[in-house]
């Protein structure tokens, strides 16, 4: 079976448990430790276990133990098929105390966040927007625009007429 690594070092195809429970258990650990030393005020715990579910329930199950007051959904968004995000999101969703915020950290497109949502995420974090926006792109109810094209250079209209904000008004553009 073929398979990557993320950085932290856990292969996010199934096959490699042993090295990835080791992974996932480490921070577990780490986080335990910090917290009741009082060295760290912890508020949302990060776990783990690439795309092998049983290692996501083992540690959605230690984390959950912890009763920080939100948990974070992280390793995810690296390229993996969407069919394999979604059993991530959503087994590790299922786990998760109700009354908590279910963070998604990078999630990598705007499907993504609505995909999310319908699994049962509340938070994200997402590069998109400002790599969009970096590139000259404005994300509007109709589309995106390239707003480097010539035929704005003078356009002072709104980016997004569906929209009155202040911030999509056009003049600052």
């Not at 490699?16 to 429970?21: A, D, E, M, S, V």
């Not at 996932?24 to 715990?45: C, F, M, Y």
């Not at 959503?90 to 786990?95: I, L, P």
Request: aromatic content about 6%; glycine content about 10%.
């Amino acid at each position: 079976m073929e398979s990557w690594q993320i950085p932290n070092g856990i292969a996010v195809e199934t096959g490699q448990n042993n090295r990835g429970r080791s992974k996932i258990l480490k921070p577990t650990r780490w986080q335990s430790h910090a917290s009741h030393s009082g060295a760290l005020d912890v508020t949302t715990e990060q776990h783990r276990g690439g795309l092998d579910l049983d290692l996501r329930r083992e540690c959605v199950k230690e984390m959950v133990k912890r009763d920080t007051p939100g948990i974070a959904i992280g390793g995810l968004s690296g390229g993996e098929e969407k069919a394999k995000y979604c059993a991530v999101v959503r087994t590790c969703t299922e786990m998760l105390p109700d009354m908590k915020p279910r963070y998604v950290m990078g999630v990598g497109y705007p499907e993504d966040l609505v995909v999310s949502v319908a699994l049962g995420a509340d938070m994200f974090d997402c590069v998109w927007p400002t790599r969009t926006a970096r590139f000259g792109n404005a994300v509007t109810s109709r589309g995106t625009l390239n707003l480097r094209h010539a035929s704005y250079a003078a356009d002072f209209s709104p980016v997004d007429e569906d929209c009155d904000c202040k911030e999509t008004a056009g003049a600052h553009m």
